[in-house]
């Protein structure tokens, strides 16, 4: 059973960072590629950034030069450095894993952190 468990949110002042981290069990973590995704109060889901088997990484426009996706296999963890977070930032981020190598629709989900920026 593939388990995805997220932590690292909280609140932060805005120009601040936060680290989130999303653990995985169930599964060969390094086959398979990672990503996180986030959804604010009153808006659909919406990706922020992913990261294959190879750790090439892919982001979406409005964070990238500010949030860092890694992962570390040894510890079958994944993480998502935040730096520069802005009001619009907050929302519950939600780790993802795909069933393949390569980036693609996830099937694996966690069950969200909450992240709050204060302006």
Do not use: H
Request: hydrophobic share 35%; charged share 15%; aromatic share 12%.
């Amino acid at each position: 059973q593939v388990q995805l468990v997220e932590s690292g949110g909280g609140l932060v002042q805005a120009g601040g960072s936060l680290r989130l981290s999303c653990a995985v069990s169930g599964r060969t973590f390094n086959n398979y590629a990672m990503g996180w995704f986030r959804q604010a109060p009153g808006k659909e889901r919406e990706f922020v950034a992913a990261i294959n088997w190879r750790s090439d990484t892919y982001y979406a426009g409005s964070v990238k030069g500010r949030f860092t996706i890694s992962r570390d296999n040894a510890k079958n963890t994944v993480y998502l450095q935040m730096n520069s977070l802005k009001p619009e930032d907050a929302a519950v981020y939600y780790c993802a894993s795909t069933p393949t190598p390569s980036w693609g629709p996830p099937r694996y989900w966690g069950q969200g952190t909450q992240v709050t920026v204060s302006s």
